[in-house]
């Protein structure tokens, strides 16, 4: 029995794991130039990511980030 909740417990973990994982990129819209953070990567060509392939953990780190990028900090 309690192998049993050990694998239900585990399999629950599995699946809520990566919905407590966030991630938050910073980007520029193409037409406007503006630079937003975003917590999803923009899958669209009206707004690309300026970070690279950096993804960061938190919003004050994707701020922070946002302010070391040339094209954002000119804007």
């Known amino acids: 029995m309690n192998i049993?909740?050990?694998?239900?417990?585990?399999v629950?973990?599995?699946f809520a794991a990566p919905a407590f994982?966030?991630?938050?990129?910073?980007?520029?819209?193409v037409k406007t130039k503006k630079c937003t953070i975003t917590e999803a990567k923009p899958t669209t060509t009206e707004t690309t990511v300026v970070s690279g392939d950096t993804?960061?953990?938190t919003?004050?780190?994707a701020e922070a980030g946002?302010?070391?990028v040339k094209v954002c900090s000119s804007n």
């Open 66 to 68: 946002m302010k070391t």
């Open 59 to 61: 919003r004050t780190e």
């Open 21 to 29: 994982a966030q991630s938050f990129y910073v980007v520029q819209d």
């Open 55 to 57: 993804v960061y953990k």
């Open 4 to 10: 049993k909740t050990i694998i239900a417990a585990a």
């Open 12 to 14: 629950l973990t599995s």
